[in-house]
C-alpha cells in the first residue's frame, strides 16, 4: 500500500486522524427504522429517498395510467382528424392558420405555418405530454434496484 | 468488533428473520455501517436513514444467505452497494474545495500535527470529498485496520485496485498536509 518513509509518515498521519473521528450515534433505533421501511414497502409503498419522503407506488401507477389514457386519446383524435372545431374557432388564411378560442373575447392562441397541420399540432402536444410525464416520473423516482450479493 | 460479535451468528434464526436475531446482527455490524455512510460525507438524519436502508436490504436478503461467505463480509457487501447508490443520488451535493494555503511556520511531521483538533477536521472533509471508493478504502483500512485483502472482498474486486484506491486517496490527502505546510 506504501512504499518509502514519505508514505509511511503520511500513512500514520491519516491512521491517527481517522481513528480519531467519533463514531457516529443513531438519534433514533436503527432497528425500527429498517423494519418501518420493510413494512412501508410491503404495503405498497415505495422506499424512502434521502428527504426520507415515502411514495406509494400504486397511487403512481394508477396516475400514471390516467395520464397515458389521456395522452393516447389526444394523440388518436389528432392523428384521426376528429373534430376538435367545437373547441375552437379555426380559421384559415392562405398558409396560415389561427387557433382562436369559441369565446368572444378572442385571445389569439398561436400561428400554424402549414395549413390542415392540426392534426400534426396535436399529435406534437400528445409527444410532449409523453415526455413530461416520462420526465416527471424519473424526476420524482428516488430509487434504483438492489443487487444483493450471493454469499 | 463488538463483544456479541465474536460469538457465532444465529444464521437459522436470522434465515427466518427472527427479530431477535436481526436485532444482533444490526447491533454487531452498525459501527461499521455508520462509519462508511459517515465516510461519505452522511450526517444526522441522513446518515441514520441511509443505515436504515442497509439493514432493511439486508433483512429482505436474509432468507437467501447461503453461508458462502462470513455473514460480516455479506452484509459489508450489501452495505457497500446500498451507500453507494444512495450517494449517487446525493450526487448534486457541491464539490468540496481544498483548504487555502496557510503555511504554518512550526512546520512539522503529518502525524505531530494531526493531533490538532482543526487538521483532523480538514482531513474529514476531505475523505468525503474523495471519490465514493476511495473513500470507503480510506475508512475501512485507516479507521477500521482491515487489509487491503479483506477490503477487496467486500469491494468485489482486486487487491490491486484497492491498493490504487488507498494510494490515489493518499496523494489528495498529502496535499492537504502540504498545503497546510506541514512536511514529512
Known amino acids: 500500500v506504501n512504499s518509502g518513509p514519505q508514505n509511511e509518515a503520511v500513512d500514520l498521519a491519516i491512521r491517527l486522524a481517522m481513528r480519531k473521528r467519533p463514531e457516529h450515534t443513531p438519534a433514533t433505533s436503527l432497528l425500527g427504522l429498517a423494519l418501518s421501511k420493510v413494512n412501508a414497502e410491503s404495503l405498497g409503498m415505495r422506499r424512502s429517498g434521502p428527504s426520507g419522503l415515502v411514495r406509494c407506488s400504486r397511487w403512481s401507477r394508477v396516475t400514471n395510467a390516467a395520464a397515458a389514457i389521456l395522452i393516447a386519446a389526444v394523440v388518436i383524435a389528432g392523428a384521426y382528424g376528429l373534430d376538435v372545431d367545437s373547441l375552437w374557432t379555426l380559421s384559415q388564411d392562405q398558409d396560415t392558420v389561427y387557433v382562436q378560442p369559441s369565446e368572444p373575447d378572442e385571445v389569439y392562441i398561436g400561428a400554424i405555418s402549414e395549413p390542415g397541420s392540426e392534426e400534426m399540432m396535436l399529435a406534437a402536444v400528445g409527444l410532449v405530454l409523453v415526455l413530461l410525464c416520462f420526465g416527471m416520473d424519473r424526476a420524482l423516482s428516488t430509487d434504483h434496484a438492489v443487487c444483493i450479493p450471493s454469499s | ?184
Open chain 2, 1 to 184: 468488533v463488538s463483544e456479541s460479535a465474536r460469538e457465532p451468528p444465529d444464521v437459522s434464526n436470522l434465515r427466518r428473520q427472527a427479530p431477535a436475531a436481526f436485532a444482533r446482527l444490526i447491533a454487531d455490524h452498525e459501527r461499521i455501517v455508520l462509519g462508511l455512510g459517515q465516510s461519505l460525507g452522511l450526517s444526522g438524519a441522513d446518515l441514520d436513514d441511509a443505515a436504515a436502508e442497509v439493514f432493511a436490504d439486508v433483512y429482505r436478503a436474509l432468507p437467501t444467505f447461503q453461508e458462502r461467505s462470513e455473514l460480516s463480509t455479506w452484509v459489508y457487501r450489501i452495505a457497500y452497494r446500498t451507500i453507494l447508490r444512495i450517494r449517487h443520488q446525493y450526487r448534486k451535493r457541491p464539490a468540496l474545495d481544498l483548504p487555502p494555503d496557510d503555511v504554518d511556520p512550526r512546520q512539522g511531521r503529518p502525524d505531530e500535527i494531526v493531533g490538532h483538533d482543526e487538521m483532523n477536521a480538514i482531513l474529514w472533509k476531505v475523505v468525503a470529498s474523495l471519490e465514493p471508493r476511495q473513500a470507503m478504502a480510506v475508512e475501512l483500512h485507516y479507521r477500521r485496520g482491515w487489509s487491503v485483502d479483506r477490503i477487496a472482498v467486500v469491494m468485489e474486486c482486486p487487491n490491486g485496485t484497492v491498493k490504487t484506491l488507498l494510494s490515489r486517496a493518499r496523494d489528495r490527502l498529502r496535499m492537504v498536509f502540504e498545503r497546510k505546510g506541514v512536511r514529512p
